[in-house]
């Protein structure tokens, strides 16, 4: 207390807040950018596909977004999915990883050693999750995929090019 102050613990709290916030707003605004060809390929409502003309962004999406991830947060404790979620970021980044070393040379932004640089960090990191978490999470993207196998099996006019 004595070396930041009286009020030192009210600008720390404060630069947690907007660094929290920043997070939280980063996040949406990536995730708003997955659901457009979630949209166009019918794997969600196609209203919430569309771009803002005089933006130019995914406005519905973000609004959707925003919407869903505050009432879930006020109506469930959603501190147990943390760990659940870690995974399912880690597969979001090895997804990345592994497409930039699938794209062509001339593309790439940076050598091919920080992609698998990436893919060991998440293998790494995955080895170290608490097993429920990880297993959660597989189970979720198992659950899922086969879903929009069979929906798209059902309905052949949603697969995407």
């Known amino acids: 207390m004595k070396a930041i102050g009286p009020w030192g613990k009210w600008v720390i709290l404060a630069g947690a807040i907007v660094a929290a916030l920043a997070e939280i707003l980063g996040d949406m605004l990536s995730a708003s950018r ?23 962004t995914p406005r519905r999406a ?10 879930a947060a006020l109506i469930f404790d959603l501190r147990p999915l943390i ?12 997804i990345t990883h592994y497409a930039a070393l699938n794209s ?3 593309k790439r932004h940076y050598p091919a050693i920080f992609s698998w640089y990436g893919i060991m960090g998440c293998i ?3 080895i170290a999750m608490p097993r429920v978490a990880v297993l ?12 929009r196998l069979v929906l798209h099996r059902m ?4 697969r995407s090019a």
């Open 124 to 126: 790494g990191l995955t």
């Open 34 to 56: 997955v659901v457009l060809p979630m949209a166009e390929a019918h794997e969600l409502p196609s209203w919430l596909g569309k771009i803002h003309q005089r933006s130019r």
């Open 155 to 158: 309905h052949p006019q949603w």
């Open 83 to 94: 760990e659940v979620g870690g995974s399912f970021m880690l597969v979001w980044y090895f």
């Open 62 to 71: 973000v609004i959707g977004l925003g919407l869903l991830s505050a009432s």
């Open 136 to 147: 959660v999470a597989v189970g979720t993207l198992t659950i899922l995929t086969l879903a």
């Open 104 to 106: 062509p040379v001339r």
